[in-house]
C-alpha cells in the first residue's frame, strides 16, 4: 500500500540558513510521482516542486530543490537561504501510474517556523 | 487566469441538513478530487473524479457523495452532515495525460457541523 511519512511535525530555522524537510515513501509501483506543497497561515496549498520516479535529475525550482533517493525511498524539500515567508506547513505527497489519474496520497506535514 | 473555485468558503450547519459544496475548474482538467484535512492527519482524499461519470472512492469517503455530471463540476455532497465532518475541505484538479501531473487545489471550505 501506499505511504508517505513526515517524521518532523514541527522545526525551527533561523532566517537564511538552509533547511531540510524529510519525506519517506513506500510504494510497489515503478511508476510514480512525488510533490511538495506549501500551506501558509491563509490556508490555500501552494505546488512547489515535482519529482517523477524516472527522472535522472533532482528537481529544483528555484529556492527549493528535492533531493531524491530512489533506493532508500526518500524524497527530502530543500530550502535554500531561508525567508521569513518559507513560515507554513509542508506536505510532501505522491501519485502512483503513469498516464492515469489515480490516488494520491499526502504525508501528515511539518510546521516550518523561520525566526528572524 | 487559471483557478479552481469552491463555494461556500465557510459553512457553518447542523446535524443532518444536506449540504452541498461547489467545486468548479476551467482548465479542463479531466482529474478532480477532493480531500479534508484534519490537524495532524495531513489531507486526505474522501473521492476522485478520472473523467465526466466516472469517480471512485479515495480514504475516507463514508458519509460523502459526488457526481461528475460535467467535465468542469465536481460538487460535493453531504447527505446527513454530522459533527465529524467538520473539516477543511479541498477540491483539486490536474491533467490525467503523462507523467502523473501536479494537482491545483481551491481555496478550500471550512465546514462545522453543530
Known amino acids: 500500500a501506499q505511504k508517505i511519512t513526515q517524521t518532523q511535525p514541527g522545526m525551527f530555522v533561523q532566517e537564511k540558513e538552509a533547511v531540510t524537510l524529510d519525506c519517506t515513501y513506500d510504494t510497489s509501483d515503478p511508476s510514480y510521482g512525488l510533490f511538495w506543497y506549501k500551506q501558509p497561515s491563509s490556508g490555500e496549498m501552494i505546488f512547489l516542486i515535482y519529482?517523477?520516479?524516472?527522472?535522472?535529475q533532482n528537481a529544483t525550482e528555484g529556492r527549493y530543490s528535492l533531493n531524491f533517493q530512489k533506493a532508500r525511498k526518500s524524497a527530502n524539500l530543500v530550502i535554500s537561504a531561508s525567508q521569513l515567508g518559507d513560515s507554513a506547513m509542508y506536505f510532501c505527497a505522491m501519485r502512483e501510474g503513469w498516464g492515469s489519474a489515480s490516488k494520491i496520497i499526502f504525508g501528515s506535514g511539518t510546521r516550518l517556523s523561520i525566526r528572524p | 487566469e487559471a483557478q479552481v473555485t469552491q463555494n461556500p468558503r465557510y459553512l457553518i450547519t447542523v446535524t443532518g441538513k444536506k449540504l452541498t459544496v461547489t467545486c468548479s475548474q476551467n482548465?479542463?482538467?479531466?482529474?478532480m478530487s477532493w480531500y479534508r484535512q484534519d490537524p495532524g492527519l495531513g489531507l486526505r482524499q474522501i473521492y476522485y473524479?478520472?473523467?465526466?461519470?466516472?469517480?471512485d472512492k479515495g480514504d475516507v469517503p463514508e458519509g460523502y457523495k459526488v457526481s461528475r455530471k460535467e467535465k468542469r463540476n465536481f460538487p460535493l455532497i453531504l447527505e446527513l452532515p454530522s459533527p465529524n465532518q467538520t473539516s477543511l475541505y479541498f477540491c483539486a484538479s490536474s491533467a490525467s495525460g503523462g507523467q502523473p501531473s501536479e494537482q491545483f487545489f481551491g481555496p478550500g471550505t471550512r465546514l462545522t457541523v453543530l
Open positions: 482548465m479542463n482538467h479531466e482529474y
Open positions: 473524479s478520472m473523467n465526466v461519470e466516472v469517480t
Open positions: 519529482q517523477g520516479s524516472y527522472d535522472q
